[in-house]
């Protein structure tokens, strides 16, 4: 039986968790409850230890559980941990790192894959500080569900209510469903951009945030895959379950990618530079009037030079970033390069380093596009086909 330790976060939408532990416990799921005081204004820790049959935890210095560290113990031992409702407070402690109740802490503690449906105001879903906060969480590799749009019962209309309990479960049943199918799979994947230096202190970069292979690296790992994770320069957390080899140069990536073969897939999601310059030895000065001439030769290319190994993964798959005619563009790439399938995606806006993307998988078969969905989202989604493949 798959067991949850639920999170009831202190809102008005708390009352939705009792339905949620029913639904649960319908479908063979073990709940235990761990109820913030704020949650303790809104339901009660009998109505839930009533529902899940099991002891309600709401205090960290409980003394009688503390003896033999509960909250490590509680942290650990369900296979996923659910926050439902995640209010705007909670989700900023959890990005920061806060430990300061029994709520915080298990998430701090916790080595389990952690899953947090967000209800609050419309204005705190949209404040800068929550979607910073929604980012860094993302980042760090906790599934944040979109929350519902509607009327909330501050008495306005938008996104920030609570996913139905149904939703709520779905998304739980999608996350024990679907671990396992890649277990026993190597994947190669890699993200984020390269650095070609030009002296000591400059270099040739892009804009790529590497979120969206980070996202996918930790999909396929929830998978249940052996995920090698080549890493250009980036400023992102390691997902969990996930060896990262970091790199910087193209050639680097190169070396890496070689060395981490045999794997059974590869996703090239890199946004790989296609030049680099003659590195001088000492920084290059100012001159007026005489701008320094950088020689540029071409960096290797790794999906092709992937693609046409005789050690070629059994799936390759690589990203085109294109600014215009992104499908032909893509089509033509996956031709020329020899791999499997191409996911397209327009960089003319604000995709490189935002939180969303709008792909276009270009397979033999034809081109699927996908609506604009949270990076995430796009990787659950991308993880799931590469498993019916293999």
Same mark, same amino acid.
């Given at each position: ?8 976060? +202190?809102? /008005?939408? #708390? ?22 005081? +704020? +949650? ?8 839930? #230890?009533?529902?899940?049959?099991? *002891? ?15 909250? /490590? *113990? ?38 389990? &894959?952690?899953?947090? !449906? ?21 980042? =760090? ?5 979109? &929350? ?22 779905? #998304? /739980? *049943? ?16 890699? !993200?984020? &951009? ?7 202190? @400059? ?28 890493? +250009? ?36 999601? !890199? #946004? ?9 030895? *000492? ?26 190994? &005789? @050690? ?8 085109? $970033? %294109?600014?215009?005619?992104? /499908? ?21 806006? =604000? ?16 081109? %699927? ?7 995430? %989202?796009? $990787? ?11």
């Amino acid at each position: 039986m798959k067991k949850i330790l639920l999170i009831v976060g +202190g809102g /008005i939408a #708390a009352y939705k968790a009792c339905e949620l532990i029913r639904l649960c416990r319908k479908a063979g799921i073990e709940v235990k409850c761990v109820l913030t005081a +704020g +949650g303790q204004h809104f339901v009660t820790p009998m109505t839930l #230890a009533a529902l899940s049959e099991n *002891q309600v935890y709401t205090n960290l210095f409980d003394l009688k559980d503390e003896a033999e560290m509960g909250h /490590i *113990q509680l942290s650990r031992e369900a296979d996923l941990v659910v926050i439902a409702p995640a209010t705007a407070d909670l989700m900023a402690k959890m990005a920061a790192g806060i430990a300061d109740d029994l709520a915080t802490t298990l998430l701090l503690a916790t080595d389990k &894959p952690v899953l947090a !449906a967000p209800a609050m105001n419309v204005r705190m879903w949209q404040h800068a500080a929550t979607r910073r906060n929604v980012a860094t969480l993302r980042g =760090d590799g906790v599934t944040v569900l979109e &929350p519902d749009e509607g009327p909330m019962a501050c008495g306005e209309y938008g996104p920030g209510r609570l996913p139905e309990p149904e939703a709520i479960l779905a #998304a /739980i *049943q999608r996350h024990f469903g679907a671990a396992g199918k890649l277990t026993g799979k190597h994947i190669l994947v890699t !993200a984020g &951009p390269t650095h070609e230096p030009i002296d000591p202190v @400059r270099y040739i970069a892009n804009r790529s945030s590497g979120k969206q292979g980070y996202a996918i690296a930790g999909a396929l790992a929830a998978l249940g895959a052996k995920v090698t994770l080549v890493s +250009g320069p980036v400023a992102l957390a390691t997902p969990p379950g996930v060896t990262r080899v970091d790199v910087e140069t193209a050639q680097d990536m190169a070396n890496a990618v070689a060395q981490a073969l045999p794997a059974d897939a590869a996703v090239m999601v !890199a #946004a790989v530079g296609d030049w680099h310059a003659e590195r001088a030895e *000492q920084k290059l000065k100012k001159q007026a009037g005489t701008p320094p001439t950088l020689h540029l030769s071409e960096n290797p290319d790794i999906l092709a030079m992937l693609a046409a190994s &005789p @050690r070629r993964p059994g799936l390759v798959v690589g990203f085109a $970033a %294109e600014t215009e005619q992104v /499908i032909d563009h893509a089509t033509a790439k996956r031709t020329r390069k020899g791999a499997d399938w191409i996911v397209a995606n327009d960089v003319s806006g =604000d995709v490189m380093g935002g939180e969303a993307n709008a792909v276009h998988l270009v397979t033999a078969e034809g081109v %699927e596009s996908w609506e604009r969905l949270p990076k995430d %989202e796009v $990787a659950r989604r991308l993880a799931d086909r590469i498993a019916d493949a293999l």
